[in-house]
C-alpha cells in the first residue's frame, strides 16, 4: 500500500538514486500517477521481472535536489480520516499537494476541490 511506498521513495531520493522498483499494485500505480501528473516524479512503469509484476518509478531531481523532499501521512490503516470537498485545503501555502482517494479514483486535492467531490485523505507530499 501507499504507506509502503511513500518510506522507499524517500529512502531512494536520499541515496540519490535514478529508479526503483516496487511490488505492483492497482492502488499504488494509480497514487503514483497522479504524482507523475502533478511531476513529483519522473515516471512510473509497469514492468515484469521473471514471474514478479513491479512497478519501475523514475525519480525527479531539479538542480541535484529531489523534487519529492518529504510527506506526511494523514490516513493510516489504525485510523482512516475522510475530508469533503470543501474541507480540502491548500499544502504548504501551495508548495505541496494532498492525494485524495474518491469515488472517482485517486486524485489530487486541488482536483477533488475542482470536481466537488470528497474521501479519504491519503497523504500530503511536498
Known amino acids: 500500500m501507499y504507506y509502503d511506498l511513500l518510506p522507499r521513495i524517500k529512502n531512494?531520493?536520499?541515496r540519490k538514486k535514478e529508479s526503483?522498483?516496487?511490488?505492483?499494485?492497482?492502488?499504488?500505480?494509480?497514487v503514483l500517477r497522479v504524482l507523475v501528473d502533478t511531476k513529483y516524479l519522473e515516471d512510473a512503469?509497469?514492468?515484469s521481472v521473471g514471474k514478479r509484476t513491479m512497478i519501475e518509478i523514475k525519480l525527479r531531481y531539479a538542480?541535484?535536489?529531489?523534487?519529492?523532499?518529504?510527506?506526511?501521512?494523514?490516513s493510516k490503516p489504525s485510523r482512516r480520516q475522510y475530508a469533503g470537498a470543501d474541507a480540502l485545503r491548500s499544502v504548504k501555502q501551495g508548495y505541496g499537494i494532498s492525494i485524495i482517494?474518491?469515488?472517482?479514483?485517486?486524485?489530487?486535492?486541488?482536483?477533488a476541490r475542482k470536481?466537488?467531490?470528497?474521501g479519504e485523505y491519503l497523504f500530503q507530499v511536498w
Open 12 to 14: 531512494a531520493v536520499q
Open 20 to 30: 526503483i522498483l516496487v511490488p505492483f499494485s492497482k492502488f499504488d500505480f494509480a
Open 45 to 47: 512503469q509497469k514492468k
Open 63 to 74: 538542480n541535484g535536489q529531489p523534487v519529492l523532499s518529504d510527506f506526511k501521512l494523514i
Open 101 to 111: 482517494s474518491t469515488p472517482s479514483g485517486v486524485m489530487s486535492g486541488a482536483s
Open 115 to 118: 470536481k466537488n467531490v470528497g
